[in-house]
């Protein structure tokens, strides 16, 4: 479950690296696609806040964050369903 705080950093996030929704009648699969390709690609942007989101998020250090493999925890949080009822209304 996303918590507020986490919910308003990951809100940044996604204003920062300007993640779009370029299909919105898209199948879920296919927007869901489209947003990890987003974020993977934009991620420098928002290095320092990812990394912070990621410690958060999964209990560990800003180091051990780093270490994560981006792909692996954006998948992750898609399949919560607290982070996927976020990112629905996020990109509407």
Do not use: C, H
């Not at 204003?15 to 991620?43: F, H, R």
């Amino acid at each position: 479950m996303a918590t507020i705080k986490q919910g308003m950093r990951l809100s940044a996030i996604m204003d920062k690296i300007d993640v779009k929704i370029d299909n919105p009648d898209g199948t879920a699969e296919q927007i869901g696609s489209d947003l990890i390709l987003q974020v993977v690609k934009k991620a420098y942007k928002a290095e320092k806040e990812i990394i912070s989101f990621v410690a958060e998020t999964k209990g560990i250090t800003e180091e051990e964050a780093q270490e994560i493999d981006i792909v692996e925890f954006v998948n992750e949080l898609a399949k919560d369903m607290g982070f996927a009822s976020f990112f629905e209304s996020a990109v509407k």
